[in-house]
């Protein structure tokens, strides 16, 4: 990127990448598309700490698919 990103934000480029890396964890995790470990891996940070970053991110920590939820209340 071109380093006038970086001071326009007022972010180092070490800085950006771990907020990238987060992002990018967050809104895989957000569509079901990696579990909560992986994308701690991928954002740099523990599942704990990946799982309080969800909250100022305003995403649920457990992500639930309706249909699953069913079939699993259908088995009793």
Do not use: H, N, T
């Not at 326009?8 to 895989?28: G, T």
């Not at 598309?33 to 969800?54: W, Y």
């Amino acid at each position: 990127l071109p380093e006038d990103v970086f001071s326009s934000l007022r972010r180092s480029p070490d800085e950006f990448a771990r907020e990238l890396r987060l992002a990018a964890a967050i809104y895989w995790y957000s569509r079901g598309e990696v579990s909560q470990e992986q994308a701690a891996r991928i954002a740099g940070m523990s599942r704990v700490d990946f799982l309080l970053a969800l909250a100022p991110a305003r995403v649920d920590a457990f992500v639930v698919d309706p249909e699953d939820l069913k079939r699993e209340l259908a088995r009793g």
